[in-house]
């Protein structure tokens, strides 16, 4: 989903299953323009997710990112709006 | 023959005749196993038109090439039967030593026909075949009776069992295996209607595989990936993690689907589950990933403990406003101990508290969130006691019994009650529960997991949708033949490739993905023809009507419609991608280019029996 630019601002970040047990965190805050600098800073904010979770700053195969719980991006450089949640899950949603 | 027997044994109760037939490779390499092969001798052994619980109605136990090899999830069988609850065909899948030990006793499938005078139990060691009677054992639960026959039969023996809840031909009932469950359709009850208590299987006949080394190479190879990511939520939550984001997607059915979020989602969450309660992880046997979690049911050490994944938790819990993870987990443990599908419990249960509240049924106590009610009900329930033997029926029929609107809001598909995707948020999944051959299946298909992507729009389904449900039921329709264990598909760049790699190996056929692309295609149309033969209706491929005229209300989803319209556009480009007829049938064409006609001459048409 393409969104107009904007300047830098603070949006939420999600975390459910594994990434919230990993991250020790259900949810955090960072201040990112697009969805790959979102990811970058949750990188670098939660370590522990590096590797499992995230690589190189994005989600790995096995997990899935949407915007707002509307749509799911695939696009580190899809752009981010004040207020905007990114939900970061398991790929495999079903039991 | 390399990875088969290449023979199935037909049982027959009534007289405790038993009899090998030979399956010739044709059909193997048709159908390969599991839910496959089970899909074919369904159609050569059930008389058409059959009684699920006449005793005609063949029971099927399907085992598969890859069983007893070492590759990862192996360990797995199929029972398949014309189901109690839906009137068409249904496999049901279930796990462990039970399969690796009756590959051993010398067969691919078992064939059990026919109905016992008393209660007996089918031991089969290393071939030889005995009916015993098993009047001690009837009224047991599935744990004490496995437990039991094993302290008699010896440790070598494996076993498959009924639970009450089996005995009483309660609709939903399960065949247990080890505390695990071949779950849906109520195949238990099958087993209850020849009044067969248990099936125990020990044997020494090991199935040689064309490649040993490479078997051994391949099964390194899975194993080191099913350690990786693709697994890791099933590793370190189980399925249970599914709550919390469902409820944030606004996509968890809640108090018989009239809600799609859940307050009390918090308290149930695996993620809670786990700091709170967690005792334990298993797994099956032959297994690397080891999904299971086991939880403490009271929060101290002398409650007991229960295993429970997502589709108990949805069902006992949101789907009946109850957000007490003691009453849930007491519930799940219930169900257990009585051999009933979860899904169908909770779900006929969460039925009945609406028919309760709209003033259907004189229940006073039976209302949502109410959940010492919910317990009494299940017990209930899995001894057709009062209002429970009314709900042992499943939805479908109670609804019909009721009256009024109830039928409206009767949450199934062809009798099957509806899994814990919410399908007016997430309407790919919508239209794989209403053309899934089982009724609302989340195993026969895995359309949400395009709902779940950027392929589709899951809040506006298409007739794009269709292509996206028939590549999720044809992955499940090869997954549930090998047998492979569905959390792997992760794992699986090209998993049809792959599988076909794997299966060559062990049968020494130079089988392709293509070729395996197409078996997937004709397992999942001989499912259909079958349906067909049992009087399936272009109309059962449908949702209730509350799913096509009432809108979500809360969460993310709010204000999503799937009007009947867009519905049925895909249910028609659905057909379209399958082949099938406009209608919803299977052209003759299409019969023969998948090599399926021997089946519609069947019904008794039984091979000889070998020599």
Known sequence: MKRPAESATRVTIELFGVPRVRAGLRACEVTAASAGEAMAALEAECPALAGCVLDDGWPLPAYRLSLNGQSFITDRSTRLAPGDSLLLLAADAGG | ?611
């Not at chain 2, 890859?66 to 039967?81: C, D, E, H, I, Y």
């Not at chain 2, 009945?352 to 949502?368: I, K």
């Not at chain 2, 264990?485 to 049968?507: I, N």
């Open chain 2, 1 to 611: 023959m390399f990875g088969y027997h290449g023979r199935y044994l037909r049982v027959d109760l009534a007289d405790g005749t038993n009899e090998f037939v030979p399956l010739g490779e044709d059909v193997l390499r048709r159908f390969i196993g599991g839910a496959g092969l089970g899909t074919y001798l369904l159609h050569r052994e059930a008389p058409p038109g059959v009684d699920p619980l006449a005793p005609d109605s063949p029971l099927i136990f399907v085992l598969s090439p890859l069983v007893g090899t070492p590759l990862t999830t192996s360990a797995k069988f199929a029972v398949v039967a014309k189901s109690p609850l839906t009137d068409r065909v249904c496999d049901a899948l279930s796990s462990s030593h039970f399969a690796i030990a009756a590959k051993r006793a010398g067969f691919d499938a078992l064939v059990v026909t026919g109905t016992a005078a008393e209660p007996v139990v089918l031991v089969i060691d290393d071939g030889q075949v005995s009916v015993r009677p098993a009047n001690e054992l009837w009224g047991l639960t599935p744990a004490r009776a496995e437990a039991q026959l094993r302290a008699t039969l010896g440790p070598q023996f494996h076993t498959a069992v009924i639970g009450p809840a089996g005995e009483r031909l309660v609709r939903y009932a399960t065949i247990s295996h080890e505390s695990r469950h071949a779950g849906r359709g109520g195949l238990g009850a099958v087993m209850g209607s020849k009044r067969l208590k248990a099936i125990a299987v020990a044997g020494t006949q090991r199935v040689e595989v064309a490649d040993p080394a490479a078997v051994v190479a391949a099964a390194k190879d899975l194993s080191a990936r099913s350690f990786g990511p693709a697994t890791a939520k099933y590793r370190e939550l189980g399925t249970v993690a599914n709550l919390l984001a469902f409820n944030r997607f606004a996509a968890l059915p809640t108090r018989n689907f009239q809600q799609n979020t859940f307050d009390g989602a918090e308290s149930l969450a695996g993620e809670n589950l786990m700091a709170t309660r967690e005792v334990a992880r298993e797994s099956c046997a032959a297994c690397t990933i080891g999904c299971e979690h086991i939880y403490r049911v009271n929060g101290s050490a002398g409650g007991g403990q229960v295993r429970i994944e997502y589709e108990s938790l949805f069902a006992l819990g949101p789907l009946c406003g109850v957000s007490d993870p003691n009453v849930v987990l007491t519930a799940a443990r219930a169900c257990d101990d009585l051999g009933l599908d979860t899904i169908s419990t909770g779900a006929t249960i969460a039925f009945a508290m609406e028919c309760a509240e709209r003033g259907l049924l004189a229940a006073p106590r039976l209302r949502f969130g109410a959940g010492d009610t919910l317990l009494e009900l299940i017990d209930r329930i899995g001894r057709r006691n009062g209002l429970g033997d009314l709900l042992a029926e499943g939805t479908r029929r109670a609804a019909a019994e009721i009256g009024g609107d109830a039928p409206s809001f009767a949450p199934h598909v062809k009798g099957l009650e509806i899994p814990g995707y919410e399908p007016r948020a997430l309407q790919t999944m919508a239209l794989g529960f209403a053309v899934g051959s089982r009724g609302a299946d989340h195993n026969r298909s895995g359309a949400y997991e395009a709902d779940f992507s950027e392929r589709a729009n899951r809040l506006e389904g298409s007739a794009a949708s269709a292509r996206l449900a028939v590549e999720t039921e044809d992955r499940a329709a090869l997954l549930d033949s090998l047998i492979l264990c569905k959390f792997l598909r992760g794992v699986f760049g090209d998993l049809f490739a792959e599988s076909a790699e794997l299966l060559s190996r062990v049968t020494g056929w130079a089988v392709t993905g293509d070729e395996l692309r197409e078996t997937a295609r004709r397992i999942v149309t001989a499912k259909k023809l079958f349906n067909v033969r049992e009087g399936w209706t272009r109309g059962e491929d449908t949702l209730p009507r509350r799913f096509l005229t009432e809108s979500l209300t809360s969460g993310v989803a709010s204000g999503a419609t799937l009007p009947l319209e867009r519905l049925n556009a895909m249910i028609v480009a659905y057909y379209s991608a399958r082949g099938w007829n406009a209608d919803g049938t299977v052209p003759d064409r299409l019969v023969a280019a998948l090599s399926l006609e021997d089946l519609q001459e069947s019904g008794l048409a039984r091979v000889p029996s070998c020599p």
